[in-house]
Structures are given as structure tokens and as C-alpha cells.
């Protein structure tokens, strides 16, 4: 019955579990993702993104260049170190994680959603791995490492880990652009279907990022998270 279900292309024999991928990406998951908008809010009252062509270049190109891409690369180190059970190389990634972001409200979107992540991991998809995390480092753990050292503990595969933290990171925006700008949920869901190139890209790419060469070229949506911060009419905390 199994040799017929994996001929059949129903059942693939070595396929891995990615169940704890699709329900911790997920916009029902606990970490508050809707709250954030990465700097998009002030973009679109700036007047950057005004329709759904402005929404796509903006998010390709912090998917190539901006905090996703960084992010990304970030995940992968956490996915190494926390796989190999490498606590110093942990503690490095952690640490600039924490100190890499451009702004106040970058830095407080992605610690805060690391530790919510962190909180309902743990407590939903318990493993003594955490635990030795907390030896490894004792502070607060950016979002994207969060991840990565979660799907290293539960052995999740890195390409389909940055698959789908980069697919969330690319709904979370458009989700807050159809609000904003607004759009309708067609240009929406047509700005994120032309994201999966993008992020195909960069599941290959981002793996090879060493520490060292982290860097980014989105200074619009830096200064957007900046001047966020003291915009008058907000809905979102980023």
C-alpha cells in the first residue's frame, strides 16, 4: 500500500515533516507579526508606494538587499551553530543579530517577535535544545534566530526554513500595504505570487552570507523605520 502511495506521487518516501514549519510561519502563530509594518507605514503616507507596482519593487527589493535578505542570512548561521551544537558560534550570530538593526523600532520588532516566538515554541514544541540555548546565550534572541535554532532543534531542513520565514516576511508586508494603501486583495495576492522568484533566490544565495559581509542597501526603508518612529497617525509599531 506504501509502494503504491509513493508511485502514485501521494506519499514521497523521504519526504521530511514540515508541519511545525507551516504552523510557526503562519500568520496564526503568536509573535504579533501583524503589529509591524518594517518601515512600509511612513513609505506609503511618503508616498513610495502608491499602487501595486510601487508595492512590488519596494518588497523585492528588501527581499535582495534590505533587512529580509540580512535576516535570512542570520537564520542560516543560527541553523549551522544550533545544529552543531556550537555555542560560541551561537552566541556571535545572536549578539549581532540583536545589535544589527538600523533602528529603535527594527530592533524592537524583531527581538519582541523572538521572544513570543521563543515563549509559544517552547511551550507547543518542546525540545532540551532550547535549554541549551539559553546556556549559550542569555539574551534576547532576534526573530530570525529564533527560527533558525528552532528548526535545527526539531532537524527541519534550511532551505525549507528560509522558504518559509521568507514567504511570511513577504505576506506580512503585503498584508499591511493592502490596508494602507490601500489595495485590493487581487493586486495583493499578485505582489506576493511575484515574490516567489525572489525568494527562490535567495534561499540559495543568503545560506552563504558569512557574518562578516552582512550588509544591506535599502537606506529608503532604513529611513522609513527612522521616521516612523515620530510619524503623527500610526496603525502599525514599525
Known amino acids: 500500500m ?67 535578505f540580512t535576516d535570512a542570512a542570520l537564520l542560516a548561521q543560527a ?27 527594527r530592533q524592537m520588532e524583531t527581538l519582541n517577535q523572538g521572544d513570543a516566538f521563543l515563549a509559544a515554541t517552547r511551550v507547543a514544541w518542546p525540545s532540551p535544545g532550547f535549554e541549551r540555548l539559553s546556556g549559550a546565550w542569555g539574551g534576547r534572541l532576534a526573530y530570525p534566530v529564533a527560527v533558525g535554532a528552532a528548526a535545527a532543534i526539531h532537524g527541519l531542513p534550511l532551505p525549507a526554513t528560509l522558504t518559509a520565514f521568507l514567504t511570511a516576511v513577504a505576506a506580512n508586508l503585503v498584508s499591511a500595504a493592502v490596508r494602507l494603501v490601500p489595495l485590493g486583495q487581487t493586486d495583493g495576492n499578485r505582489a506576493l505570487a511575484g515574490c516567489a522568484a525572489t525568494i527562490r533566490d535567495i534561499v540559495v544565495a543568503a545560506p552563504h552570507v558569512d557574518l562578516d559581509a552582512l550588509g544591506g542597501a535599502a537606506l529608503r526603508s532604513d529611513i522609513a523605520s527612522m521616521r516612523h518612529e515620530t510619524q503623527y497617525t500610526r496603525l502599525f509599531r514599525s
Do not use: K, M, N, T
Open 79 to 105: 541553523w549551522r551553530a544550533a545544529g552543531a551544537g556550537d555555542a560560541a558560534a551561537f552566541a556571535e550570530v545572536a549578539e549581532l543579530a540583536s545589535a544589527f538593526a538600523p533602528s529603535r523600532e
Open 2 to 68: 506504501v509502494d503504491a502511495a509513493v508511485a502514485a506521487g501521494i506519499a514521497p518516501a523521504a519526504a521530511p515533516d514540515l508541519i511545525a514549519l507551516f504552523v510557526w510561519l503562519s500568520p496564526a502563530y503568536p509573535v504579533g507579526a501583524f503589529a509591524y509594518s518594517h518601515g512600509l507605514e511612513w513609505a506609503v503616507e511618503a508616498g513610495d508606494i502608491r499602487d501595486a507596482a510601487g508595492l512590488a519593487g519596494w518588497v523585492d527589493d528588501l527581499l535582495r538587499h534590505g533587512g529580509p
